[in-house]
Structures are given as structure tokens and as C-alpha cells.
């Protein structure tokens, strides 16, 4: 699935707003408030200058109210750099929450139904997985690793413009066997327990829908999953000759991968309408953006509002 961030490019927007305004605000303070203020100084003595002169020829003046007005005139700020002074602050406090804490990204397609739907509106969490640069996306400080389960944001091994979104099912060291539409892990077949089947909003079809436990730290990850009874285990002749395949031992029927160190193995829970790593690979750890963890807005359907399961 690819996804839509709510602006297009709106990181490298965002920083390149953020550094004009920054050098904008820092030259004004020390350098052009400094020369606005000597400028004023001057115009305010050569005003008491002239005001003593003409006090001294008997004339009267009013000292307050001009001078006030000289020297308002000389220390104002022109627009640019009042209004550029005014944004920063809040173009910066967006560009870091951002970059180092949440994201928003919209849903555009059926991959991860029922778990997500077309129009959910998601925040990824930036920090849970370690603090990155942002723009290049380099990990500079290491906190957690994805587990078995995490909905994961990560940028597309082929496109790295892009965004995609799926389940993490294999960590780093997992040996994952994919067959009947069941996953095996490290030996253990995964459980699942069947439920209602599911109808899809986007076509009128009814999808066979499972509880699915995914083993994790500390016990199991549940989540809903969807099968088409009419689609193949999955489809063999599309699967890529993606980097690290060699890991991986394919027939028409199943496929069994040991994910090497580094990498991810991705799926959809949508599971026979994903694109995932059965068919371009895995994912590496510098291509993780985040991890998704909350609908903030469906505007079709408010009941969608909530946690990410």
C-alpha cells in the first residue's frame, strides 16, 4: 500500500521554510535590530540636539510625543521580517514534532483491510523504532526494535519516495513458511480462529476473515486478516528477483524465507490483495519510518477513530 502523506513532500517544505525563516529571525536579532536601534539613537540625539537649541531660543516644544515617534519609526521591524520572525517559531515546532514524533498519513487503498480503510487518516509514531535525521532518514539513536505484529511505516525498497504500510511478520533471524494461506513461524504453525466473514465497502464481495496470533515478546499479537476464497495461495509468477531472494525457497505452492539480519518481512492483512514482501522482498531497517498506531479522521465513517490493532 502505497501512502498519501497529508502534504506531498512536506518535510523537505517544512525545512526549507524553516531555515529561511531561521536565518531571516537570527539576522534580525543580531544583527538588524542592532543597526535598527543605533539608528534610532542617533535620530533621538539629533532631535534632543535641535529641541535644546530650540529651547535655548525660547521656543517651546513638545519633547514626549516626537521623540516617541522618532523612535518607534527607526526600531519597527519591516513586514518581511516581522512576519518571517512570527512563523518561525511555529514552523519549527511543526518541523519537529514532524520529524522526531508523530506523522500523519492517509490511507488510499485496500491492503491492510479490515485493519485499515480507504480514508482512515493514521499517526506514526517516529521515535518508537529510534531517532532519525529527518529528510534522510538516518538512525542516529537506536530504542526499540519492530515486533512481530507492529503496523509499520517504512519507505518502498524500490522507490524510496514512496511510502508503504503493512504487518510485520518476520523479524530479523524468523524462519517465515507461507502456505494454505497460513503463516508458519520458526517451526510453530500460527494460529487462527475463523469469524464472520467480512463484507468489503469498496466491492460488493465477501471475504473469509480470520483471527490471526502472530507470536511476539511476551505472548501473541492478534489481529483481523482477510482471505478471497477464489485467489491462489499466492502469485507465483510475480514474485520479483529482489535483493537477499536467496534467502528465500520458492515453489508454486509456498515459500519459506529466513529473514537475514537487518531486514523485515511485510504483509498485508488484506492477504491476497497486498503487494508485500512475498513478492518484492524484505525491508531494511534504514527504510522504516515508523510505527503506526492510531486513526485520528475518517470523515466517511467517525466511528474509525481509535488505536491500531
Not at 229 to 239: C, E, K, L, Q, T
Amino acid at each position: 500500500m502505497n501512502l498519501q502523506p497529508v502534504l506531498s513532500n512536506f518535510a523537505l517544505i517544512l525545512f526549507v521554510l524553516m531555515v529561511i525563516t531561521g536565518i531571516i529571525w537570527c539576522l534580525d536579532r543580531f544583527v538588524l535590530a542592532k543597526q535598527r536601534r543605533r539608528a534610532a539613537d542617533a535620530a533621538l540625539r539629533e532631535y534632543d540636539a535641535r529641541n535644546a537649541k530650540l529651547v535655548a531660543e525660547g521656543i517651546k516644544v513638545d519633547h514626549n510625543g516626537n521623540r516617541a515617534a522618532i523612535e518607534a519609526a527607526h526600531v519597527r521591524q519591516p513586514t518581511w521580517v516581522e512576519y518571517s520572525g512570527s512563523f518561525f517559531p511555529v514552523i519549527a515546532m511543526v518541523f519537529i514534532l514532524r520529524s522526531f514524533l508523530w506523522e500523519p498519513f492517509k490511507i488510499p487503498s485496500s491492503s491492510m483491510v479490515p485493519t485499515l480503510l480507504v480514508g482512515d487518516f493514521i499517526l506514526v509514531n517516529k521515535y518508537t523504532y529510534g531517532i532519525r535525521l529527518p529528510i534522510i532518514n538516518k538512525k542516529i539513536i537506536q530504542i526499540n526494535d519492530p515486533q512481530r505484529g507492529d503496523v509499520m511505516v517504512f519507505k518502498y525498497p524500490k522507490d524510496m519516495s514512496q511510502d508503504y504500510i503493512k504487518r510485520v511478520v518476520g523479524v530479523p533471524g524468523d524462519t517465515i513458511t507461507y502456505e494454505d494461506k497460513r503463516l508458519t513461524v520458526n517451526g510453530k504453525a500460527v494460529e487462527y480462529t475463523p469469524l464472520d466473514d467480512y463484507l468489503d465497502d469498496q466491492h460488493p464481495v465477501y471475504h473469509k476473515q480470520l483471527e490471526e496470533k502472530l507470536p511476539s515478546p511476551g505472548g501473541f499479537t492478534q489481529h483481523r486478516i482477510l482471505n478471497t476464497a477464489d485467489r491462489r495461495n499466492f502469485d507465483f509468477p510475480s514474485v520479483e528477483q529482489f535483493p537477499l531472494r536467496e534467502a528465500c525457497d520458492y515453489t508454486e505452492d509456498k515459500f519459506t524465507c529466513v529473514v537475514p539480519a537487518g531486514q523485515y518481512f511485510m504483509m498485508g492483512d488484506n492477504r491476497d490483495n497486498s503487494a508485500d514482501s512475498r513478492y518484492w522482498g524484505f525491508v531494511p531497517d534504514r527504510n522504516i519510518v515508523g510505527k503506526a498506531f492510531v486513526v485520528w479522521m475518517n470523515f466517511g465513517n467517525f466511528k474509525r477513530v481509535g488505536g491500531i490493532h
